[in-house]
T-cell receptor
Framework: RKEVEQDPGPFNVPEGATVAFNCTYS??????FFWYRQDCRKEPKLLMS???SGNEDGRFTAQLNRASQYISLLIRDSKLSDSATYLC????????????FGTGTQLKVEL | DVKVTQSSRYLVKRTGEKVFLECVQD?????MFWYRQDPGLGLRLIYF???????EKGDIPEGYSVSREKKERFSLILESASTNQTSMYLC?????????????FGPGTRLTVL
C-alpha cells in the first residue's frame, strides 16, 4: 500500500465548477499535512497547509479527518488557471521535516 | 523570496559517466533534499541533509551519493550513470523548525542517460 494515495484523474471540469479531491495516508503518526500544486513542467509549490479544524484560503478549502486518515481539497468557482496537478503531502515521523508526496491528481479546467 | 537554483535544466549523459547535479539556496535553510520524479511514482526522496557535512539516506539512495560542504549548496552525484536514472531531479530546502515543513523547490533538472 502506498503511504499517500490519490486518484490520478484527470478531472476535467468546466470553468466555474466546484471540484473536490481526496487522498488517504497510511502513517497514523503523521503530524502535518499539505496540498502542493505543480504546474506542467514546473516545480511543486505549497498551496496550503491542512489543519484538523479545516481551513480556507479564498476559493480553496482543505479538510483533515485523522480518524479515517484522509485529506480533502475543495476548489470552488474553478478558473482556467487552476489547471495543474495537486499533490497531497504528509509529514514523516522521525523529524527532519521530511515529507511524503502523493503522486498527484490532475485537474483540467475547460471553457 | 526563497530561491533555489539548480545548475542545469536539461542534461544528457552516457551510461557509466559520473554526473554532478548542483543545488544552491539563498535563504540560509538548514535542510536540503534531493528527489526524483517519475510518472506514476511521484516524488521519491533520494537523500536529505540537515546540516553541513550531514546526510541521511532517503527512500532510494542506491546509485547516488551527496555532498554538502557549505550550508547553501547540496550536490547529488551519480557515480556511474545508468539508463534507469533517467528522470526529473528536484532539489528542495526548508527551515529546521518543527511544525514548519514547507519545502521550496528548484526548477528541476531533466536528466537523460543514453
Amino acid at each position: 500500500r502506498k503511504e499517500v494515495e490519490q486518484d490520478p484523474g484527470p478531472f476535467n471540469v468546466p470553468e466555474g465548477a466546484t471540484v473536490a479531491f481526496n487522498c488517504t495516508y497510511s502513517n497514523s503518526a503523521s503530524q502535518s499535512f499539505f496540498w502542493y500544486r505543480q504546474d506542467c513542467r514546473k516545480e511543486p509549490k505549497l498551496l496550503m497547509s491542512v489543519y484538523s479544524s479545516g481551513n480556507e484560503d479564498g476559493r480553496f478549502t482543505a479538510q483533515l479527518n485523522r480518524a479515517s486518515q484522509y485529506i480533502s481539497l475543495l476548489i470552488r468557482d474553478s478558473k482556467l488557471s487552476d489547471s495543474a496537478t495537486y499533490l497531497c503531502v504528509v509529514s514523516r515521523s522521525g523529524g527532519g521535516n521530511k515529507l511524503t508526496f502523493g503522486t498527484g491528481t490532475q485537474l483540467k479546467v475547460e471553457l | 523570496d526563497v530561491k533555489v537554483t539548480q545548475s542545469s535544466r536539461y542534461l544528457v549523459k552516457r551510461t557509466g559517466e559520473k554526473v554532478f547535479l548542483e543545488c544552491v539556496q539563498d535563504m540560509d535553510h538548514e535542510n536540503m533534499f534531493w528527489y526524483r520524479q517519475d510518472p506514476g511514482l511521484g516524488l521519491r526522496l533520494i537523500y536529505f541533509s540537515y546540516d553541513v557535512k550531514m546526510k541521511e539516506k532517503g527512500d532510494i539512495p542506491e546509485g547516488y551519493s551527496v555532498s554538502r560542504e557549505k550550508k547553501e549548496r547540496f550536490s547529488l552525484i551519480l557515480e556511474s550513470a545508468s539508463t534507469n536514472q533517467t528522470s526529473m531531479y528536484l532539489c528542495a530546502s526548508s527551515l529546521w523548525t518543527s511544525g514548519n515543513n514547507e519545502q521550496f523547490f528548484g526548477p528541476g533538472t531533466r536528466l537523460t542517460v543514453l
